[in-house]
């Protein structure tokens, strides 16, 4: 099986003669948009989703989310680029390995950014207040954040919540609390899976590249990871059978999904423990068949009980 770090190092070092558009491509980094699709969560479990004024909002709600990523991915190598270079897999980026300049990459943040909110301001005042707050708190994460102990791995966490809110208000939908709950406690588990990863990987330079690191050890890691797997399922159970679901979707049926979440989060943590996994969960996710399966099946079988037939 490919482990998670290979197709990054492997699109890093073949590219010396890369033009400075494909640099700057690179820098967006395409193959992380997958988080992304958090934004049709909305859609989904709203029951919107064979609406096509529904689908085409949540679709260009996601365009823009993929490009503030990109913007908020361009800003935290810009600010990484000193430690990026004596890490060995991230010293290949475009921004620290020289292929993108700095201005080249600030200007085109800022372009960029100034588009996808322009675009957030024509889906609505309260989506662009969403994807606005979306864009400072990942800005702020590059910058500060990124550096206070938990604070750090919360941050990343509400990134994702607010994808999953932003979709939610594209199409004017109202999302489970429930939902949100499973959303930044499945975050933090991947999040600090990562982290994990990081001291492993890096062993003794790990402080060096990521200062926070010193903060955190394995097993520090491995407690923490322990309650929010636990928390994650027991979340994820409880929605699926609380009255208000039941009533929402008009069956009892959701309960028998929990196997997906249940595999999909031991088949995570064999991968990190057993195959040093999890530096990037979205190339984990497309490189690991069972685990892209295993979503894949899990997202089938909602579409299936709660759209059936009436």
Same mark, same amino acid.
């Given at each position: 099986?490919?482990?998670?770090?290979?197709?990054?190092?492997?699109?890093?070092? &073949?590219?010396?003669?890369?033009?400075?558009?494909?640099?700057?491509?690179?820098?967006?980094?395409?193959?992380?948009?997958?988080?992304?699709?958090?934004?049709?969560?909305?859609?989904?479990?709203? =029951?919107?989703?064979?609406?096509?004024?529904? *689908?085409? +909002?949540?679709?260009?709600?996601?365009?823009?989310?993929?490009?503030?990523?990109?913007?908020?991915? !361009?800003?935290?190598?810009?600010?990484?680029?000193?430690?990026?270079? +004596?890490?060995?897999? @991230?010293?290949?980026?475009? $921004?620290?390995?020289?292929? =993108?300049?700095?201005?080249?990459? !600030?200007?085109?943040?800022?372009?960029?950014?100034?588009?996808?909110?322009?675009?957030?301001?024509?889906?609505?005042? %309260?989506?662009?207040?969403?994807?606005?707050? /979306?864009?400072?708190?990942?800005?702020?994460?590059?910058?500060?954040? @990124?550096?206070?102990?938990?604070?750090?791995?919360? %941050?990343?966490?509400? #990134?994702? *919540?607010?994808?999953? *809110?932003?979709?939610?208000?594209? $199409?004017?939908?109202?999302?489970?609390?429930?939902?949100?709950?499973?959303?930044?406690?499945?975050?933090?588990?991947?999040?600090?899976? @990562?982290? +994990?990863? &990081?001291?492993?990987?890096?062993?003794?330079?790990? *402080?060096?590249?990521?200062?926070?690191?010193? &903060? /955190?050890?394995?097993?520090?890691?491995?407690?923490?990871?322990?309650?929010?797997?636990?928390?994650?399922?027991?979340?994820?159970?409880?929605? %699926?059978?609380?009255? &208000?679901?039941?009533?929402?979707?008009?069956?009892?049926?959701?309960?028998?999904?929990?196997?997906?979440? !249940?595999?999909?989060?031991? +088949?995570?943590?064999?991968?990190?423990?057993?195959?040093?996994?999890? #530096?990037?969960?979205?190339?984990?996710?497309?490189?690991?068949?069972?685990?892209?399966?295993?979503?894949?099946?899990?997202?089938?079988?909602?579409?299936?009980?709660?759209?059936?037939?009436?």
């Amino acid at each position: 099986m490919v482990q998670s770090t290979s197709p990054p190092a492997v699109m890093w070092r &073949e590219g010396p003669d890369r033009s400075l558009a494909a640099n700057l491509l690179l820098s967006l980094r395409p193959s992380q948009w997958a988080k992304n699709l958090l934004v049709f969560a909305g859609l989904l479990f709203g =029951l919107h989703l064979f609406d096509v004024t529904a *689908v085409a +909002r949540a679709t260009a709600a996601f365009g823009i989310f993929c490009l503030l990523s990109g913007v908020v991915y !361009l800003i935290n190598d810009i600010a990484d680029r000193e430690s990026d270079r +004596r890490h060995p897999l @991230k010293k290949h980026r475009p $921004i620290a390995s020289g292929g =993108l300049p700095v201005p080249a990459a !600030l200007m085109s943040a800022v372009v960029l950014g100034g588009f996808a909110l322009s675009g957030a301001f024509a889906l609505g005042l %309260t989506f662009f207040a969403v994807a606005a707050a /979306y864009l400072a708190l990942l800005a702020l994460y590059s910058g500060l954040l @990124k550096h206070i102990v938990i604070i750090d791995v919360l %941050t990343i966490a509400i #990134g994702f *919540v607010l994808r999953a *809110v932003a979709g939610a208000v594209a $199409i004017d939908v109202s999302i489970s609390q429930w939902l949100l709950v499973c959303t930044i406690l499945l975050a933090l588990f991947i999040s600090l899976a @990562k982290r +994990r990863h &990081e001291l492993v990987l890096l062993a003794d330079g790990a *402080v060096s590249h990521r200062p926070i690191l010193h &903060e /955190y050890s394995p097993y520090l890691l491995d407690q923490m990871i322990a309650v929010v797997t636990a928390s994650t399922l027991i979340a994820y159970v409880f929605y %699926t059978i609380s009255p &208000e679901t039941v009533q929402k979707f008009g069956t009892h049926l959701l309960g028998l999904t929990v196997p997906f979440p !249940l595999y999909g989060i031991f +088949r995570y943590l064999y991968l990190v423990h057993q195959r040093e996994g999890g #530096g990037s969960p979205a190339d984990l996710l497309l490189t690991d068949r069972p685990l892209l399966l295993c979503v894949t099946l899990w997202a089938a079988s909602v579409v299936l009980i709660i759209y059936k037939p009436l």
